[in-house]
């Protein structure tokens, strides 16, 4: 807002001191300076900045790791990294970018900072909770880094017993306590949320007029908290067997390894849509925006939302189909799985109607939107030939889920993290990037990303399994081409991490609104005061009130 | 197994359930065609078509948004839902073997497979079998979770200890084909496999009958003295200061107080299964473990077998 009236030509460095005024309060991120004021805030907004510093970091160890993966596996025999090491390093990519950096992800900073903008309140249900999730969350993944620093783990982040309680001579019990710590971390931003979301929703922000954004949150957030405790319950387990010998998963001490992983997929699946839910919900306000069209179809994402967070906890028997469950169990895990592309069709094809008709403009967001869409449909109906019982005993275990996940957390999470990411950076910094350098970073990762993980999906036809560190020599091609696009998309990941970093100095002041977005988020100034909003907001109108309209019609007036 | 090149598009089918679910998956990648390649051309096509600033049609007066919704949720689902038939009605025939299959015991191990054949005769991680005759394969495993995977029968099973998992399969085509461990289980994962080789009725029995001879016994000894431990410690580059035992055998070995002794089979078997009865080499401690009561005796025989082939230039690298 008040960008129009400073000259920015003057120098190159643009100084971002907003005049204060008696009517208008220091933006959120200079109202203080010291670091004290950083870790000891109650903010929502600095809590989420504190939370994207730190899953950045984790996911550049993440990515790392993914990149001495792919590199050891140009060669077929080994020759680069020995069995140990490879197993060590995809152990690190996989812990390291579910637990630290996937799960927190878009929820933990997006969601801790616009959840209170846009239901238009001042914060948090609980201030202080929330900062100490993040003390929660960064004791626990650092606890775990420190069997990386001892010599690293070799379980696979999913620690089967009783390979991990019995066999393996690695430093497990550190990470094992690391993830479970983390996961207090995610129950009590969950809690947050959903006691936010329904006490503190400004005048008039009724419950169908909420974004989907927040929508996805509160299905989110029932996730983290239903679903979690199942996780921590299970990781206990493991450390008890490991450390003192209590036998319940290795049956040398009359254990059942096969109730680990009924456990651990209890939380695992779910998990997935604590990724994938928040991304639909960063994609649900991208589009509308760029579109300058009200979302297609405002009740059916919504309900949707809630539909995906109940049916995916049905659905967790579909990893074992081939890991001695019972039959029947396979036939109804198979049936229940069919039925997640319901709620996942209405989303992408509501998405896709929205974009019909509308205004569109092909900025960075949009882009990074356009790509998710794109390769979320791939990962999701993957999903369903791994779904497919006589498909499954097939490719179950190899390269093909490798390339569905990856599709899903990666084409799906990732994007829509970046998209959101520069969507809403004016927002957080008060700054704007190079436009064209985000369309560059956009392409890049959208093609890297492709060259990456199509090639997988063969691989796993062919009957390459995963976790393989070394592999016959008819594989190596593909593998060769993989590793290519992961340079590709290295070069995609880092490009954005330059640009954005320097905007924060030299970028273009942004205004408010700088897209013309509708949600109270934009109502207020670019970066928001430390208490969101100058006037207490009202809300008289419906969601995603955009120039262009949808007559919704046959029952269901939005 | 015959040369294979660097790229192969498409895996080698040995039975009739493998080429059915060949064509399961080549009509559910075309029905993924289907769904998805309007939406990819509508979402671009509309990207351009409706560009801020270019004139066109933008009247939405017309959209009846609960009809569409309500047949785009249950169009695609009704129509994947006869992959789920389909594909629920082949794993149910693959999960109920006939009464007539022949069944092969299976036992999964860090790192290796060992099978036995119901005439008694076992292998180490390659397999043999005949064709056009049901296999019943019996999977258990001795230590973490394995699983049994055979590609080019577009099947796996889980190897769970504790349990005993089955799989079957009819083939149909002789060959030889790749058959790996497909569930991670820890340091040497991808090493736990070998081939599949399916034979005629006459070849197999012929198979048999010489079953010794015709299996690469040295290979099979190999896979034993890694999954024994003994490589951890004897192998050049170990930790421990243990003997190498290249070349070892027929040569003269000085032990602990000058005794000589000319290490034969009888030294290499006593050696293995009582290592603390005056047979300390000289110059080592006494740190190796009793394998009394843990090697059984046939695979006791194939570890002496391998060392007895064991030349100072071999078992550097891995077969």
Redesign the interface.
Known sequence: MTAGSIDAGLSGRDPHTPESTLDRPRDYLHAQSTLRSWFLTTDHKRIAILYLTSITLFFIIGAVAAGVVRLALVVPNGAILNNDNYNKAFTLHGVVMVWFFLIPSIPATFGNFLIPLMIGAKDLAFPKLNLTSWYIFMAGALFTMISVVLGGIDTGWTFYAPLSTAFSNTWVLPALIGVTIVGFSSILTGLNFVVTIHTMRAPGMTWFRLPIFVWTHYATSLIFLLATPVITVALILLVAERAFHVGVFDPAYGGDPVLFQHLFWFYSHPAVYIMVLPGMGVISEIVPAFAQKKLFGYKFVAYAAIGLASVTFFVWGHHMFVNGQSDLASLVFSGLSFAVAVPSAVKVYNWTATIHKGSLRLDTPMLYAMGYIGLFVLGGLTGLFLATLAINQHIHATYFVVAHFHYIMVGGTVLAFLGGLHFWWPKFTGRMYNESWGRVSALLIFIGFNVTFFPQFILGYLGMPRRYATYPAEFQLLNVLSSAGATILAAGYIFPMLYLVYSIWWGRRAPGNPWQAKGLEWETTSPPPTLNFITPPKVPNQPYDYPIKVTETGGTPA | MQE??????W?ASASSVAV??DY??LA?TVL?LL??VP??L??SY??VR????VD??????????????IS???I??LL??I??V???????E??NPPPDAMTVEAIGR?WMWKYQHPTGQSEINDLHVPIDQPIHIRLTSQ???H?F?L??L?????V????T?DLWFKANRTGTY?L????????????MGGNLTIMTQGEYQEWLTHSGAQQSAPAAGRALYESYGCASCHDPGATVKAPRLAGLYGSQVELEGGRKIVADEEYLRARILNPNENRLAAGYKQIMPSFAGVIPADDLARIVDYLKAYHSTEGEARP
């Open positions: 294979r090149s660097a790229l192969e598009l895996p059915e679910a399961l998956i559910f993924t769904l998805t939406v990819f509508a979402i509309f990207a409706y560009r801020e600033g066109a049609d933008r009247d939405t007066s017309n959209q009846r948004s609960f009809l569409i919704e785009w949720m249950l695609p689902f994947t839902l992959f789920f389909w594909g629920a009605r082949i794993f149910v693959s999960k860090q230590d973490v979770i699983a995977y590609p080019a577009r099947i796996q099973m889980g769970v200890p504790g349990r998992t790749r790996y461990c497909s569930e991670y289980c820890g340091t040497d994962h991808s090493l």
